[in-house]
């Protein structure tokens, strides 16, 4: 008895060994699970808020119970990152990578975590911390990763300012990159807006005013936020505002190899497209859309369905409570078009401060009145984030009507010859032909030629020319709105039979009635006439809300994952288990769930994976 005891202990003893060097990374020993002491010492830990919640299983403070698995490719709960971060649940991801609330065991201080992960070009695997690079992607990953380390330090070295959250430590590990910061014990401003309605300006000023600043600061080394939303702007429990998700511009921006994240309501029109200049006066349209929306308590409209009808409605109450000259200013820095916005924070933080500034007085034109080029124009030439150039006075140049007297002194006139007055009438003559040229071409000829255009097969590009007249009195050609609603995006997006036209994805959203990659509405309404390239924002459905689980058993986690995800689901918890049937790796079962049951779209689904034979 007392031999097989020793016998036991011993399998027992080796048994947890293993178990302990297989949740290492053995490519990167800086990246342990936590297991053995430490884990012992912080066993007590919820790794949802990082607060003490003793043996209990669910966590009162949070909510959070013990073993609720990490989707792929996050890190497991409970990694141990450098020997002293403890790695939590995740707190918000994007294209460009993923935030995690964090413990560091050196100081016992709540912490975040951010990863660079993105999912377009990367992945990870079960009990493998490191970073799998997917093929052909390894030059666009490594570009990415020297922009999120440039930009860890430039955040670093801002750390100080009122409204940045410190930088605690960067390092390099699992084949990717980590900024640890300090953890802000505070609500998003979304919530607290919410809560509250609306700021009166005597609240909201003190707030915003170091916030501007900070970011100003920011602009002044070349750094652009691009994300600027009630969603990453934390108020603390002391009253004041911290900006975070400061990241990769290509993680906000349309057409780029991250996936864009927008904030509807806060993102500029430029951030929607390829083409759009972007710099910090990107940031100022921000900004300007977060105190809109403090003050007002709505979210402005999105920036693409306002380029076709860009005023913002104000109740006359609310309207009534904001100063004039603060109403003045926000307007400014919500100009769709970049030439008409407020470009910089310095310009926006003293047209908010000065009434004086913003006596209303009658101005011309801006295209007229800056036709020699706009002062402070972006310089498009810069990579992104960039400065704007020196603001430089508008060329004054002298009119040629000036430079010629109308009439001519009494002892300068000359007499005129028959022979001039006959070279005159002639030139009078001409010019009268080619006037009546003109007029027959434009009104005879043209709407002869428009009548006769047929019309493409479903209506997308009819061609008409209105009877409303442009600044320089000539026609102006408008096109008919195609209807968009019910057809796929796929067929939609980059189609030429639409080149007419702008059309953006501004949302996807779960619809019941219409299939998954179809549009659900339009911004303009179809077959309503527009200008060329006008900007028409479409919804696309995510399809059904409840979704079909699949039958994933007998494939690899993989292959699973993948499945699961094209239905909308994601893999959950992954247990193991012994298995004559199926082989190592593969899925034996599904955990609590049945094969062909509908569940909510975003579901996880817990499998069994078999260790192989016994």
């Keep these: 008895m007392l031999e097989c005891s020793c016998i ?34 912080y066993k007590g830990l919820c790794l949802g808020c990082m607060s003490n919640k003793g043996s209990s299983v669910e966590c009162p403070k949070c909510g959070y119970v013990d073993g609720t698995p990490q989707v792929l490719p996050y890190l497991e709960p409970g990694t141990l990152l450098k020997e002293k971060y403890i790695v939590g649940k995740r707190l918000h991801s994007n294209g460009e990578g993923v935030t995690y609330i964090g413990f560091d065991i050196t100081t016992n201080k709540k912490i975040t975590v951010r990863e660079y992960l993105p999912k377009t070009l990367c992945s990870r695997v079960k009990d493998n911390d490191s970073i799998i690079i997917a093929p052909g992607n ?17 955040v670093t070295k801002l750390s100080s300012l009122p409204s940045i959250v410190p930088v605690i430590d960067m390092f390099e590990a699992n084949n990717t990159a980590y ?18 309605r609306r700021f009166t300006w005597e609240e909201a000023r003190p707030l915003f005013m170091p916030l501007i600043s900070t970011v100003n600061s920011a602009h002044s080394i070349g750094l652009v936020h691009f994300g600027i939303s009630p969603d990453n702007i934390l108020m603390t429990r002391s009253g004041t505002l911290k900006l975070i998700g400061f990241g ?46 403090t003050l007002t308590g709505k979210r402005p409209p999105d920036a693409v369905s306002r380029s076709y009808e860009p005023r913002l409605n104000m109740s006359a109450e609310v309207a009534q409570s904001i100063p004039t000259h603060v109403v003045t200013a926000l307007a400014g820095g919500l100009q769709v078009k970049i030439d008409a916005r407020t470009h910089s924070m310095d310009e ?27 002062v402070d124009e972006p310089n498009y030439d810069e990579e992104i984030p960039s400065r704007i150039a020196p603001v430089r006075e508008p060329r004054r140049v002298e009119s040629p009507r000036q430079a010629v007297r109308s009439e001519p002194l009494p002892e300068e006139k000359e007499d005129i010859s028959p022979y001039k007055y006959g070279i005159m009438s002639g030139l009078i003559g ?14 005879i000829v043209m709407p002869m030629i428009n009548r006769n255009r047929e019309a493409e097969d479903d209506n997308t590009a009819s061609l008409y020319v209105s009877s409303d007249s442009s600044e320089d009195n000539e026609p102006k050609t408008l096109y008919q709105v195609p209807h968009l609603v019910n057809r796929e995006w796929s067929k939609v997006n980059g189609n030429s039979k639409y080149s007419n036209f702008d059309i953006r994805l501004v949302e996807e959203k779960y619809d019941e009635t219409i299939a998954e990659g179809r549009i659900i509405s339009q911004t303009v309404e179809a077959n ?38 094209k239905q909308g689901l994601a893999l959950g918890e992954q247990a193991e288990e012994y298995s004559d049937t199926y082989e190592m790796g593969k899925i034996i079962r599904l955990n609590g769930i049945e094969v062909g049951k509908k569940i909510q779209a975003g579901s996880m689904i817990n499998v069994v994976v078999s260790l192989g034979e016994e």
Excluded at 430 to 443: D, E, H, K, S
């Design 179 to 196: 900024i640890v910061s300090e953890y802000v014990d505070g609500k998003p401003l979304e919530e607290i807006v919410k809560r509250a």
């Design 348 to 374: 926006l933080k003293e047209q908010l401060n000065n009434p004086i500034s913003h006596r209303i007085e009658p101005q011309p034109v801006q295209k007229s009145a800056y036709s020699d080029g706009y």
């Design 248 to 293: 990769s511009p290509d993680a906000h921006l349309a057409e780029t190899e991250l996936a864009p994240e927008f904030y509807d309501g806060f993102s500029a029109l430029e951030q929607y497209s390829l083409e759009g200049k972007k710099g910090k006066w990107t940031d100022v349209y921000g900004i300007s859309a977060v105190i809109f929306y």
């Design 528 to 565: 309503s006439a527009v200008p060329q390239n006008t900007p028409i924002g479409v919804t696309v459905s995510l399809g059904s809300k409840m979704r079909t689980v699949p039958n994933i058993i007998g494939m690899t986690v993989s292959e699973a994952s993948a499945a699961l995800e």
């Design 138 to 154: 390894k030059l666009v990953y490594q570009d990415y990763l020297q922009d999120f380390r440039e930009i860890g330090r430039a």
């Design 430 to 443: 001409f010019v009268v032909l080619g006037v009546i040229a003109l007029i027959c071409i434009n009104f």
């Design 8 to 41: 036991e202990r011993g399998a027992m003893f080796f048994r947890a060994f293993y178990v302990t060097m297989k949740n290492h990374d053995t490519r990167n020993n800086n990246s342990p699970h936590i297991k053995g002491e430490i884990y012992m010492d």
